[in-house]
């Protein structure tokens, strides 16, 4: 199994909802990424977990709030999101994270997020 | 700024020719670069990488070339074919990854 799971593939919430991002991998990997990638742009960087241990978290506003309940399992809990906000959300692990983030990386399709 | 650049947005080639993807970096801490292929709907999927240590990696129809001292990379695709047709992006990395916008490749039958 070389795949990386995401659900739900499209999701669309008001100002007010709180939605929950879900991903999933079953390679072992013990590094685990939240990347956002707007229309015509590059994948950027929001959260590394390595270990189950957050390790990098970009500057990220708090209405981003990611979780890792264990190796496999990767969550991105959302609150009062910004129309600004709606974006693909991508999902990716790589087998480790040594701070030098030079590993290959396994990609979800990602969720595509419309807040309203 | 953009540490890592896709200076072509988009590339149209003929099946059975080479197809030729540039990127330019500027951070000369970055010590590991990979290459990304896109489709639509789908997430990225690794391609082929190379470290800063050698100035060539060749992978089947893939071969990605490394001139550090002009803080260029390229990824040859040769011969080209229809289902190459997707986005490349170029990656680089020192502490994390950063990619280029992508270059979005057609191969025409």
């Known amino acids: 199994d070389t795949e990386v799971t995401q659900t739900p593939k499209h999701l669309v919430m008001g100002m007010t909802n709180k939605k929950s991002l879900k991903c999933e991998q079953h390679m072992g990997h013990r590094a685990m990424y939240w990347y956002k990638q707007k229309a015509k742009k590059p994948p950027e960087l929001m959260f590394v977990?390595?270990?189950?241990?957050?390790?990098i978290n970009e500057s990220v506003p708090s209405r981003f709030s990611p979780e890792c309940p264990n190796s496999s399992l990767l969550n991105l809990h959302l609150h009062a999101l910004q129309p600004e906000d709606s974006a693909l959300y991508l999902c990716?692990?790589?087998?480790?994270?040594?701070?030098?983030?030079?590993?290959?990386?396994?990609f979800g399709s990602g969720t595509q997020l419309s807040v309203l | 700024d953009q540490q890592v650049k896709q200076n072509s947005p988009s590339l149209s080639v003929q099946e059975g020719r080479i197809s030729i993807l540039n990127c330019d970096y500027t951070?000369?801490?970055?010590?590991?670069f990979l290459w990304y292929k896109k489709y639509p709907a789908e997430g990225p999927t690794f391609l082929i990488s190379i470290s800063s240590i050698k100035d060539k990696n060749e992978d089947g129809r893939f071969t990605v070339f490394l001139n550090k001292s002009a803080k260029h990379l390229s990824l040859h695709i040769v011969p080209s074919q229809p289902g190459d047709s997707a986005v490349y992006f170029c990656a680089a990395s020192a502490k994390k990854l950063v990619f280029g916008k992508g270059t979005k490749l057609t191969v025409n039958p």
């Open positions: 951070n000369s801490m970055f010590d590991y």
């Open positions: 977990y390595s270990y189950e241990k957050l390790s």
């Open positions: 990716a692990s790589s087998l480790y994270f040594r701070g030098q983030n030079n590993e290959k990386l396994f």
